[in-house]
């Protein structure tokens, strides 16, 4: 599905002059298939993790998201992927993390780090 920000045609008597690149509000590419302009401020890498979205960490590592952004109990991300129980989504999350420049000593409020 595209999203597309353009307005509907108009007739041509009522356009004085269109520039063909102001109408352009993202261009998409095969990595992203979201404009970042949707993805709510409230979503991050601790969210995402915490609530089973384990397909959209890598995408919004790519949109910059901090890898050691931490939650409430100031868990980072790589502490949260030790309690993801499926042990593939584990282990990729954390290697998607340490290459987007995680830190594996971070410790939360009971003092365990990754």
Not at 32 to 49: D, E, Q, R, Y
Not at 63 to 76: K, V
Request: glycine fraction near 2%.
């Amino acid at each position: 599905m595209v999203v597309s920000s353009r307005s509907p045609p108009r007739a041509a008597s009522s356009m004085s002059h269109v520039d063909s690149n102001s109408d352009r509000s993202y261009q998409t590419n095969a990595s992203s298939m979201i404009p970042s302009a949707l993805v709510p401020k409230t979503f991050s890498v601790p969210f995402a993790i915490r609530h089973g979205y384990f397909r959209c960490i890598r995408y919004l590592l790519e949109l910059c998201y901090d890898p050691n952004e931490r939650d409430s109990q100031l868990h980072t991300p790589l502490i949260l992927c030790s309690y993801v129980e499926n042990d593939r989504w584990s282990l990729s999350i954390a290697q998607n993390l340490l290459e987007k420049g995680a830190k594996i000593a971070l410790a939360d409020n009971a003092r365990r780090n990754a």
